[in-house]
């Protein structure tokens, strides 16, 4: 990442710009995308809702520059439904918001000459090569795509996901982080942590649903009824929680004032309660590589112990809420839910082509094409699995350096002197945990968010991660 700060802004203010334009292009004949720009007042109240949106959010990164920070952490799970001819997609809207308002705040501090207090040091040691890392697997995804057996989910990968995160990253490289900042993060995470959590509960109460009325279906058909929250996938609400009960448990482990603890207990109490209400193992198996980490980090080979307990913890809590290995939750290919065949199914499209797979993008659609033209879901549920499918044995090594350089940049350095670095380490190994039972790793904006504070971290005065500050 260059040094130059308007070179900076330029770049990210072009990325931005032209990944939105690529996506409608791609769907620009699309009978939804037709009916929306025929429609001059459509299409002229998006823009301006956009526009009036984007300047209030950099007007207040401007004035209050550690807002940035907190409205970024803050809208990383928040998705809003937006229906366009008929049709309703989940898009990552706030975050987006704040992405733009953070790159127009930053673009107007460049053109004054304003310069943060503690300028960022050049990246040197496993960060460089991490950022190198990313570097390539953007470059790469993007020349795959050229051959992809689905350029259109290629495309708005690149253009939903891959851009708007990478500027995340950057940004966050460009926050002064101090403690008190540090503390207000996570407490923003917590409190919206804890609104979902409140949302699942009452869902699991009233046995009600939002947004996924397939999952209500499946629900019907269950004596156990899972819960998603505010989001379309029980996985997904599970994924965001664990990586808040992660967050919330370094924070325990390093506070000792009890009414501070208290109300990080019940807090994480509340989670946990609402992640075993998802019933997603994979969340689960999250829960407990984060935590296990942070007792790691934080007490070395005590830490075993402390880590096998929380698993303990875990199981049980599992067990009360499916119930014994005969019930219910154990029916219906339990645990498995027709996995496996994807999985096996992506293990022979890798052998198929294991040098550059079958392009960007396109696990679903060789999938359907070579494996099981009725497949009704066609997810690996397996990030490696997913690599090696669409990007071969080249995108695998890729992939496996990027894991390796952000594992060494974030646990490096004595990270388990500082609570903060703790953090970010243990929600790093968390989300990688559930990406290799969900997959959707490179493509969730919590692993570029992680890397970018874990980036800063390093680069930043020990001060800035010494302590997570009320």
């Given amino acids: 990442m260059t040094r130059d700060r308007r070179l900076r802004v330029a770049a990210l203010a072009l990325a931005l710009t032209v990944a939105p334009l690529l996506v409608l292009g791609d769907v620009w004949n699309e009978p939804r995308v037709v009916d929306f720009r025929e429609s001059p007042a459509q299409v002229t109240g998006a823009l301006v809702l956009a526009a009036v949106s984007v300047a209030a959010l950099a007007t207040a990164f401007r004035r209050w520059p550690e807002a940035f920070a907190i409205a970024a952490f803050a809208t990383l799970p928040l998705r809003v439904p937006i229906s366009i001819g008929g049709e309703t997609a989940n898009l990552l809207v706030p975050l987006y918001a704040v992405i733009a308002g953070g790159v127009v705040s930053l673009a107007l501090a460049a053109r004054r000459g304003e310069a943060r207090a503690t300028p960022p040091s050049a990246a040197a040691g496993p960060q460089r090569w991490l950022i190198y890392a990313l570097a390539s697997t953007l470059l790469l995804y993007a020349i795959q795509t050229s051959y992809s057996e689905d350029v259109s989910n290629a495309i708005e990968n690149i253009g939903f996901f891959l851009v708007p995160f990478a500027a995340l990253f950057c940004l966050l490289q460009e926050v002064e982080w101090r403690p008190r900042l540090l503390g207000r993060v996570l407490i923003a995470v917590a409190a919206v942590a804890a609104a979902c959590s409140a949302v699942a509960i009452y869902q699991w109460l009233s046995r009600d649903l939002f947004l996924n009325p397939e999952l209500f279906d499946a629900n019907q058909l269950h004596v156990y009824f899972r819960v998603n929250s ?18 919330i448990g370094a924070y325990i482990s390093w506070n000792d004032d009890r009414r501070v603890l208290a109300a990080a207990l019940a807090t994480g109490a509340l989670l946990l309660a609402a992640t075993t209400l998802s019933f997603s193992i994979t969340s689960f198996a999250a829960v407990l590589a984060g935590l296990g980490m942070v007792a790691v980090l934080r007490w070395a080979w005590r830490g075993a112990a402390v880590a096998a307990a929380i698993g303990l913890v875990c199981l049980l809590a599992l067990i009360l809420a499916g119930g014994l290995p005969n019930s219910d939750i154990q029916s219906d290919r339990g645990i498995d839910s027709g996995r496996s065949d994807l999985i096996e199914g992506g293990i022979d499209l890798a052998q198929k082509r294991p040098v550059a797979g079958w392009g960007s993008g396109s696990f679903g659609a060789a999938f359907v094409q070579e494996e099981d033209p009725e497949a009704r879901s066609a997810v690996s549920h397996s990030e ?67 890397l970018g504070l874990g980036v800063a971290l390093r680069r930043s005065p020990p001060e800035a991660s010494a302590t997570m500050a009320s």
């Fill in 384 to 450: 490696p699995i997913t690599v090696a499918a669409e990007q071969g044995a080249i995108g695998l090594v890729v992939y496996i350096a990027f894991v390796v350089f952000a594992l060494a940049t974030l646990l490096g350095a004595r990270a388990g002197a500082s609570p903060v670095r703790t953090t970010v380490a243990a929600c790093f190994v968390a989300i990688f945990v559930h990406s290799l039972g969900y997959a959707g790793f490179i493509i969730d904006p919590a692993t570029w968010a992680l």
């Fill in 230 to 247: 505010i989001f379309y996938d029980p996985n997904i609400l599970g994924r965001y929680l664990a990586l808040a009960i992660t967050a």
